[in-house]
């Protein structure tokens, strides 16, 4: 089995398909872990969240020319 590095993690570093297995994978009680996974987590919330206001600012243009309405 492959694990996760700490540079994957903080998506420094490509990967494939990583299985997380919880409890082994990730020590609670190491600070340095948590602070790498934390910084990836807001990352990727970062990005979602971006990527979710484009998705919707899409779909507000599509209806405003699909009903005529320049709102």
């Known amino acids: 089995?492959?694990?996760m590095t700490m540079a994957q993690a903080a998506g420094e570093q490509e990967f494939e398909s990583?299985?997380?297995v919880?409890?082994?994978d990730?020590?609670?009680s190491d600070y340095d872990e948590v602070e790498i996974v934390a910084e990836?987590?807001?990352?990727?919330?970062?990005?979602?969240l971006t990527q979710l206001e484009d998705e919707n600012?899409?779909?507000?243009a599509?209806?405003?020319e699909a009903t005529g309405r320049d709102d």
Do not use: I, K, V
Not at 40 to 48: E, F, L, P, Q, Y
Not at 57 to 60: I, K, P, S, T, V
């Open 18 to 20: 990583p299985e997380f």
């Open 40 to 48: 990836a987590s807001a990352r990727h919330r970062g990005d979602r």
């Open 57 to 60: 600012a899409d779909l507000r």
């Open 1 to 3: 089995m492959d694990f």
């Open 22 to 24: 919880p409890g082994e």
């Open 26 to 28: 990730f020590d609670p």
């Open 62 to 64: 599509r209806l405003a």
